[in-house]
């Protein structure tokens, strides 16, 4: 999913593919049926301010960006509503039919990479001990200066040191555990690839295809290569929340095992790994009775 902010713009910026996020929130439209407590919640964050910087100036927050205590409150919900915070790969593995999972269980995934995460959201998902996934822009945090030269403006991105910190094993109760996995959010095609494509005469989708292959290929070689893990960058988080399904074949040819998707459902037993389907959380401007409301409208935990 793509941020308000997208690359080189400043927070606050509307986002018009997030008119049926907002009516999500909102809890438009019946309520889904189907697992209840079987199903997982994977909800998008995306940027963070501090709780000074939000009170001295409010406009920083918008849908995509919120405080620390928003996080802290919506964390809190969860644990409240008895969930049961998981991994990308516990996922995975659930939805292969590896392995069953806790019920009410959900993912926190995080996109973009901003610097926000490693100063604010890291200290909350440590403190609780909630992993999360993030989608790295990679070229932003490989090579900051050309990303910077070509993005003016743009809101800071991790480093690869704040990354290896935040990939330190950390106490969970009487075990240490990673909290974090690194993934893909692609290395330097942070636009709408569905769209794109989509507008594409057949002769040249091959051609662009191609390149959206070498890309991911890179992203995924980049973080492993950064991080030292091979199970970094196993998942793909699509920049603006969508593929078609020549892209998402795309995907798995670039070695990911799965794909984040935007849609607003709950995932339940039996999806499709390759398009995942997430629930918009990170927003500053709605109430923590409107992420209830989108938590029961996606049937989960009931």
């Keep these: 999913m793509t941020s308000s902010f997208a690359p080189g713009r400043s927070p606050g910026r509307f986002v018009p593919g997030l008119v049926g996020?907002?009516?999500?929130?909102?809890?438009?439209?019946?309520?889904?049926?189907?697992?209840?407590?079987?199903?997982?919640?994977?909800?998008?964050?995306?940027?963070?301010?501090?709780?000074?910087?939000?009170?001295?100036?409010?406009?920083?927050?918008?849908?995509?960006?919120?405080?620390?205590?928003?996080?802290?409150?919506q964390l809190e919900l969860l644990k409240q509503r008895s969930g049961h915070?998981?991994?990308?790969?516990?996922?995975?593995?659930y939805l292969k039919g590896q392995a069953p999972l806790p019920p009410r269980s959900f993912l926190v995934t995080i996109d973009d990479g901003y610097e926000s995460i490693h100063r604010i959201a890291w200290p909350v998902l440590k403190e609780r001990g909630v992993p999360?996934?993030?989608g790295l822009m990679v070229k932003a945090t490989e090579d900051p200066e050309r990303w910077r030269a070509s993005h003016p403006g743009s809101t800071p991105h991790l480093t690869w040191g704040q990354i290896a910190e935040?990939?330190?094993?950390?106490?969970?109760?009487?075990?240490?555990?990673?909290?974090?996995?690194?993934?893909?959010?692609t290395y330097d095609r942070?636009?709408?690839?569905?769209?794109?494509?989509?507008?594409?005469?057949?002769?040249?989708?091959?051609?662009?295809?191609?390149?959206?292959?070498?890309?991911?290929?890179?992203?995924?070689?980049?973080?492993?290569?950064?991080?030292?893990?091979?199970?970094?960058?196993?998942?793909?988080?699509?920049?603006?929340?969508?593929?078609?399904?020549?892209?998402?074949?795309?995907?798995?040819?670039?070695?990911?095992?799965?794909?984040f998707t935007i849609l607003g459902d709950a995932v339940r037993p039996g999806s499709d790994p390759m398009a995942i389907s997430r629930i918009h959380a990170g927003s500053g401007v709605r109430s923590i009775k409107d992420l209830e409301r989108a938590l029961d409208n996606a049937g989960w935990g009931r």
């Excluded at 995306?46 to 409150?73: C, I, N, W, Y």
């Excluded at 915070?85 to 593995?93: K, N, V």
């Excluded at 935040?166 to 959010?185: A, C, D, F, Y």
């Design 21 to 73: 996020v907002a009516l999500l929130w909102a809890g438009v439209g019946p309520a889904r049926a189907g697992a209840g407590r079987d199903a997982v919640a994977v909800l998008i964050y995306h940027h963070f301010v501090s709780d000074q910087d939000a009170a001295r100036k409010p406009g920083l927050l918008d849908d995509l960006t919120m405080s620390r205590s928003q996080f802290e409150a």
């Design 85 to 93: 915070p998981i991994t990308a790969m516990e996922l995975y593995g």
């Design 132 to 134: 999360a996934a993030i």
């Design 166 to 185: 935040m990939l330190q094993p950390v106490k969970v109760g009487p075990t240490e555990r990673t909290l974090i996995s690194i993934e893909s959010h």
């Design 190 to 259: 942070h636009e709408n690839l569905r769209g794109r494509e989509r507008k594409l005469p057949p002769d040249r989708r091959t051609e662009f295809e191609r390149g959206v292959l070498d890309d991911l290929k890179l992203a995924r070689e980049t973080i492993q290569k950064r991080t030292g893990l091979r199970e970094s960058g196993a998942f793909l988080i699509w920049p603006h929340g969508g593929a078609t399904k020549r892209l998402l074949e795309v995907a798995r040819q670039a070695g990911h095992l799965g794909t």
